[in-house]
């Protein structure tokens, strides 16, 4: 956890004073490498590390545009609402991969993002999140938000496929109750 939070403070210095500002909404792409404390027996990077690095890029993102003075200044927290991830290729250890978070919409609670992890070219997982903010009790409006923080295009809704991944989740969470 320190790991994860020195990682944090790094991401928060560098975009707030050092790294160029970017507009909600952009297209990142990060290389990283999969060092050994990243790995599970030694060879390839644990399941629970993927989630760890789309965690640093959406921050990232958050930092780096006018979405933290707009959100996170005014009394508002990010929320992730749920993610899901398909692997296909493990990423192997001391290896550089590229993490790319793509914007696919955002209706009136939630944005919803698209990561994708490459190694030597080739695809080896992707990743789905669907976030947002909220202060007192309650999930803010995701479209005024980027509207506010300069995003550099229209605020379109998130295509069917997107919106399919997330469908039953309320419902899941729902029967698990009777449980």
């Given amino acids: 956890m320190i790991y994860y939070w020195l990682h944090m403070i790094y991401i928060f210095i560098g975009s707030r004073f050092f ?8 297209d990142l792409t990060r290389t990283r490498r999969v060092n050994l404390l990243d790995c599970e027996s030694f060879r ?18 958050v930092f780096r545009s006018k979405l933290y003075n707009n959100t996170v200044k005014k009394g508002m927290f990010g929320v992730l609402a ?3 991830i398909i692997y296909r290729k493990p990423l192997r250890k001391l290896r550089k991969f590229e993490i790319t978070l793509k914007f696919e919409g955002a209706d009136d ?3 919803y993002h698209r990561q994708t992890f490459t190694q030597d070219g080739e695809l080896c997982a992707i990743g789905f999140t669907k976030a947002g903010f909220w202060k ?3 999930a803010q409006n995701i479209k005024d938000i980027l509207i506010n923080s ?9 295509s069917a496929e ?7 989740d309320y419902e899941i969470l729902q029967n698990s109750l009777l449980f």
């Fill in 82 to 84: 749920s993610q899901k």
């Fill in 136 to 138: 007192h009790k309650k």
């Fill in 19 to 26: 790294w160029k500002k970017i507009p909600p909404g952009t």
């Fill in 150 to 158: 300069g995003i550099n295009r229209a605020v379109r809704m998130p």
């Fill in 44 to 61: 390839f990077m644990a399941n629970s590390k993927y989630f760890y690095y789309m965690d640093l890029i959406r921050y990232e993102v």
């Fill in 109 to 111: 609670k939630w944005v």
């Fill in 162 to 168: 997107i919106l399919d991944l997330f469908e039953q």
